[in-house]
């Protein structure tokens, strides 16, 4: 259990800032969420939008996001997947919650390109739910050019009779996650979508729902996965199915279709050893004449390709054990870390080679989130993963053992893990731990 020095290269580099400053006006309020035509139900959003709007920036950009919290509750914005300061995280460790008619400046640096997003991590479990989420995208100006690019972010809502969010059951959620019957993307059942022939696009996904976990399937079709949480990966890898966590990100490089097709994007059934397995569908795509104007000559597939050096040898040994467990008290359900709702981990030093252990000794899948560090997966269940990657969530399957290594940069302060399952973590499935220089 010896933690080494490890070099300041071996974490992703950090993008020297720009000089721009990306300025976004951020406003939390209720919501008329018109989730199909005529169909609306009262929730929360961001500027008046359910998801909230895509932040964009460059890497190496500074964000300052200006926010006023107009709900009848309090709130905080966390960054997820931001490698910012301690003090800018937006959790209840960063600082007080911002209160009904209050403001809060949030400022940081964007040193990483890739897929991230923003959402409320206070009252998480309602506060989402309701539609507090939206989209962040850092571009590098050297990726190569494709023919187009979406943002799609996934959820489902749990409806009532009267066809509102219903209120919370707390013993079941509380258990398993909650789960809705509606499947959304960008807020809306089923979309219809069009891309023309001969296209390749770059997909940005977001799994924001509260349990969901997401098994994406295209009719079959081969697509390519390009990146994940923290940017991209060496080098496309050829699926033909994602499984995506709650908290995940994919970047993924789809098409070319034929013209006349229709693409299906379908939830293939997963047991994540909690609920009921289905097929369902979330949106249609349907593919258009081609379309000589906007396609991109020879779009290089190839050259999505960044250099991931592993942080440290297969065979290194564990520096901590981290075990997710669950029960239930008198109080009702609990979620633990180490038997310990809310644990408090011992602190970790700036410079010292993290290899932590991630034992889930329940019969459920928990998604695994680090805030403010990417890691990389060493092994899941002994195997090693497909393809070296960032990331900063990780499923970890139920009996199952995951194992990542990070290195804390000079952030030093009070940061967290937890289980992105939302109800998980408000019982308790997290824990708080110093970063220390
Ligand atoms: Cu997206 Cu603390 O989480
Ligand atoms: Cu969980």
């Not at 010896?2 to 720009?18: F, G, K, N, V």
């Not at 040193?111 to 959402?119: K, L, Q």
């Not at 269940?381 to 990657?389: D, K, R």
Request: charged share 20%; net charge negative; aromatic share 8%.
């Amino acid at each position: 259990m010896s933690e080494h020095a490890a070099p300041e290269s071996a974490q992703p580099p950090w993008t020297a800032p720009t000089g721009v400053l990306q300025v976004v006006d951020l406003q939390a309020a209720e919501h008329h969420w018109e989730i199909s035509p005529g169909v609306v139900v009262h929730g929360y959003a961001f500027n008046g939008q359910a998801p909230g709007p895509v932040i964009e920036a460059s890497v190496g950009d500074t964000l300052l996001v200006r926010f006023t919290n107009l709900l009848p509750e309090p709130t905080t914005i966390h960054w997820h997947g931001l490698r910012v300061p301690a003090a800018m995280d937006g959790s209840e460790l960063a600082g007080d919650p911002v209160p009904p008619g209050g403001h809060f400046q949030y400022r940081f640096d964007l040193p990483d390109a890739g897929t991230f997003w923003y959402h409320s991590h206070l009252n998480e479990t309602v506060q989402l739910e309701r539609g507090l989420y939206g989209a962040i995208v850092v571009r590098n100006p050297d990726d190569p050019p494709v023919d187009g690019e979406r943002v799609l972010l996934f959820d489902d809502l749990k409806m009532n009779r009267r066809g509102q969010i219903a209120a919370p059951t707390p013993l079941l959620e509380n258990m398993r996650g909650r789960e809705g019957d509606v499947l959304l993307i960008n807020g809306v059942r089923e979309p219809t979508m069009q891309i023309p022939a001969g296209q390749i696009e770059r997909w940005r996904l977001i799994n924001t729902a509260s349990a969901r976990h997401l098994r994406l399937s295209l009719s079959g079709h081969r697509f390519h996965v390009i990146g994940t949480d923290g940017g991209l990966i060496p080098a496309p890898y050829a699926v033909d199915e994602v499984l995506m966590a709650p908290g995940d990100r994919f970047d993924l490089a789809v098409g070319p279709f034929t013209d006349g097709e229709t693409v299906v994007l379908q939830a293939l059934p997963y047991d994540r050893g909690a609920g009921r397995p289905r097929h369902r569908t979330l949106a249609t795509l349907h593919v258009a004449p081609e379309d000589r104007a906007s396609t991109t000559a020879g779009v290089d597939l190839g050259r999505f390709s960044r250099a991931i050096l592993p942080l440290v040898e297969p065979g290194e040994a564990p520096t901590r054990t981290i075990r997710l467990g669950g029960r239930l008290t008198r109080r009702g359900v609990e979620g633990t870390v180490n038997d310990t709702p809310h644990f408090e981990d011992a602190p970790v030093h700036v410079g010292r080679l993290q290899v932590w252990d991630i034992v889930n000794e329940t019969t459920m899948d928990h998604p695994f989130h680090l805030h403010g560090f990417f890691f990389q997966i060493l092994s899941i269940n002994g195997e090693p993963p497909p393809y070296p990657s960032w990331e900063d969530t990780v499923n970890v399957p139920a009996r199952g053992r995951v194992r990542i290594a990070w290195l804390p940069d000079n952030r030093p302060g009070r940061w967290m893990y937890h289980c992105h399952i939302l109800e998980h973590h408000a019982v308790g499935m997290m824990a708080h731990f110093d970063v220390v220089a």
